[in-house]
């Protein structure tokens, strides 16, 4: 089936850990994306790639790093964990670019930092 | 700054009524206005979207309603029934850049 696939479902990370959270979708799209969403707050971007080999930061990307090495893959990793980081993060995916602007997102992985 | 502003934050409807949902934006250069589902434990699903030479779209039960003068859109949810108890989310872009998403509204529908 065709979507995105997101990796862990949950983790709970010990404060100043490392940690980085997979995703890979497979549906060539162009852009990609992380947002965390927390209680009240909705959706925030972390960080965006529009093209494989681009990053960029959204409206809360400290303590964040993102990688696009290829198409199909968006890594988003924790330095050192902080209980603030505490949230639900999706991953999502757009045919920007591509005469479709709608996302599709993944279902998520649940982070306690701790 | 939060560029999409949504409201109420939670909403009670009876099974059989209309739910509405209202967003309101600053940004006149947005040019794609979705709506997004999400159910617990899941990700957000596309639901309908408009951009802003119309001033509607219909899709079923489910009614986007655009006013761009005042820069505001709305959800309608006709004839809401409780399995669309879930949380929607409004959002606006430009030209395909990222979504800007409301807070989000929590839906209860009633049986």
């Known amino acids: 089936i065709a979507g995105i696939t997101q990796a862990p479902t949950s983790q709970i990370l010990a404060a100043g850990r490392r940690m980085t959270l997979r995703c890979t979708q497979d549906m060539r799209h162009n852009a990609m994306y992380w947002y965390r969403q927390d209680l009240g707050l909705g959706l925030r971007l972390i960080h965006y790639s529009n093209t494989a080999g681009t990053t960029g930061k959204g409206e809360v990307p400290d303590g964040y790093s993102v990688s696009r090495a290829n198409t199909d893959d968006f890594p988003l990793t924790l330095a050192s964990a902080v209980p603030s980081q505490t949230s639900v993060y999706f991953c999502?995916?757009?045919?920007?670019?591509?005469?479709?602007?709608?996302?599709?997102f993944g279902s998520g992985t649940r982070l306690t930092v701790v | 700054q939060q560029q999409v502003k949504q409201s109420p934050q939670s909403l009670i409807v009876q099974k059989g009524g209309i739910s509405i949902i209202n967003c309101a934006y600053e940004?006149?250069?947005?040019?794609?206005f979705p709506w997004y589902q999400q159910f617990p434990g899941k990700g957000p699903a596309l639901l309908i979207a408009i951009r802003p030479d119309v001033s509607e779209k219909k899709e079923g039960r489910f009614t986007i309603s655009f006013n761009k003068s005042a820069k505001q859109f709305s959800l309608h949810i006709m004839d809401s029934q409780p399995g669309d108890s879930a949380t929607y989310f409004c959002a606006a872009s430009y030209s395909g850049y990222a979504l800007n998403f409301g807070k989000g509204t929590s839906l209860l529908v009633t049986p």
């Open positions: 940004n006149t250069a947005f040019d794609y």
């Open positions: 999502a995916s757009s045919a920007r670019g591509q005469g479709s602007y709608g996302y599709t």
